[in-house]
């Protein structure tokens, strides 16, 4: 297990334009190494500036590109709550980007039933794999709890070691959440975490810096076992953090 990369810049907007570039970058890096991209998308509000980035910039090679989601809300496509509507009104806005390569959790089902399908949807993506896929890059968020996909803190989906994707009841919410498990998430080529706001601080300097168990901060159980591990983070969210002087 590498130690996690930390890079931290100005704001919001640097947060988005750095990452539209790193997501740019390795997409045609790998697509034209591998023939494709598989690229598994984080809700919340965080990426919303970087999916409108991708869909506005430069071109990535959609035609090339599996997009799943690493999470759902336990609600219809068009809810204002839904991961897929965000994702829906910004980055698949981009120009030539084929629907059939945009998977999206159909989170309208049972709780269960969906987990289950978008199992079998990621088992037709990553055919013959026998353990768990392997995403080119999953990208991440960051919780004020430390919770991250929707992995939150004392839930029953952060022991999983089964399932690709898991229905997670989260008492605090007093609903189910869909989420990738930990053995997909620490299974990814690349992950990159994505932390804005002074609203973050302490949960940031738990996964990085702290002593929290994966129970009281889930963020910490993201260790990809062959993978790197970035976190790519504002200013403001860094603020609880012992940094070196470079
Ligand atoms: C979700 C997410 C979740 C998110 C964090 C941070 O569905 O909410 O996938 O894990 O990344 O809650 O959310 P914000 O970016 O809104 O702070």
């Avoid at 035609?63 to 965000?86: K, L, T």
């Avoid at 997670?168 to 959440?177: F, G, P």
């Amino acid at each position: 297990m590498r130690s996690p990369r930390l890079r931290v810049v100005e704001s919001p907007n640097a947060l988005a334009d750095t990452a539209a570039k790193w997501i740019h970058d390795r997409a045609w890096e790998v697509a034209g190494a591998r023939g494709r991209f598989t690229l598994a998308l984080s809700g919340g509000t965080t990426p919303r500036l970087l999916y409108a980035r991708l869909a506005a910039g430069p071109r990535l090679p959609w035609e090339r590109m599996e997009i799943c989601f690493g999470d759902e809300r336990a609600v219809p496509p068009d809810s204002p709550e839904s991961n897929y509507r965000m994702v829906k009104d910004t980055l698949l806005r981009a120009p030539g980007l084929p629907p059939e390569r945009v998977h999206r959790i159909r989170a309208e089902l049972p709780p269960v039933e969906a987990a289950r399908e978008y199992e079998q949807t990621l088992r037709k993506l990553f055919a013959g794999t026998t353990t768990f896929p392997r995403f080119d890059l999953i990208l991440l968020g960051l919780g004020p709890d430390g919770h991250t996909a929707s992995l939150f803190p004392h839930t029953a989906g952060l022991v999983e070691r089964q399932a690709w994707v898991l229905a997670n009841w989260v008492e605090k919410l007093e609903s189910h959440r869909l989420s990738f498990s930990f053995p997909v998430l620490n299974a990814a080529t690349e992950v990159l975490f994505l932390v804005a706001g002074a609203d973050k601080t302490w949960a940031l300097h738990e996964v990085l810096q702290g002593g929290a168990t994966v129970q009281d901060v889930p963020a910490r159980g993201v260790q990809p076992t062959a993978g790197a591990l970035t976190f790519l983070v504002d200013r403001a969210a860094a603020a609880g953090l012992v940094l070196q002087s470079a």
